[in-house]
């Protein structure tokens, strides 16, 4: 799986990353994975014209040490659709920005 994995977390700057998916990311029935909505912007025309499949996501999977952001953008609605693919440069630079602002935001180092 191709992803942007934040690791070398603190015990105290998972809890503060994870006191912030849980109030801001919708949270996946399995523990530890939170869902992160691709803006409409960035959506690939296949992507755009499955409006059955809206919103798109990437799987965000939180551990104690690590952050890990897949670039696979999924569909929470099927398990697999065309417009299910690895992530356009753009929709990739956009994951990382979101988790490097979110790290910066909440003071974490690594």
Same mark, same amino acid.
């Given at each position: 799986?191709? /992803?942007? *994995?934040? +690791? ?6 998972? /809890?503060? !990353?994870? +006191?912030? *998916?849980?109030?801001?990311?919708? #949270? #996946?029935?399995?523990? $530890?994975?939170? =869902?992160?909505? !691709?803006? &409409?912007? *960035?959506? &690939?025309?296949? /992507?755009?014209?499955?409006? $059955? ?6 799987? =965000?999977? *939180?551990?104690?040490?690590?952050? #890990?952001?897949?670039?696979?953008? @999924? ?15 753009? %929709? @990739?630079? =956009?994951?990382?920005? %979101?988790?490097? #602002? ?9």
């Amino acid at each position: 799986m191709k /992803q942007y *994995l934040l +690791d070398g977390l603190r015990l105290a700057d998972y /809890q503060k !990353l994870k +006191d912030y *998916l849980d109030k801001y990311l919708e #949270s #996946s029935p399995l523990d $530890g994975i939170y =869902w992160l909505e !691709l803006t &409409t912007e *960035l959506l &690939t025309p296949i /992507q755009k014209k499955h409006e $059955g499949c809206h919103p798109q996501v990437f799987a =965000w999977i *939180l551990e104690e040490t690590y952050l #890990s952001c897949e670039f696979l953008v @999924r569909v929470k609605k099927n398990i697999k659709c065309d417009c299910m693919d690895y992530a356009t440069k753009e %929709q @990739r630079d =956009w994951i990382i920005d %979101q988790a490097d #602002s979110i790290f910066e935001k909440l003071d974490i180092c690594i």
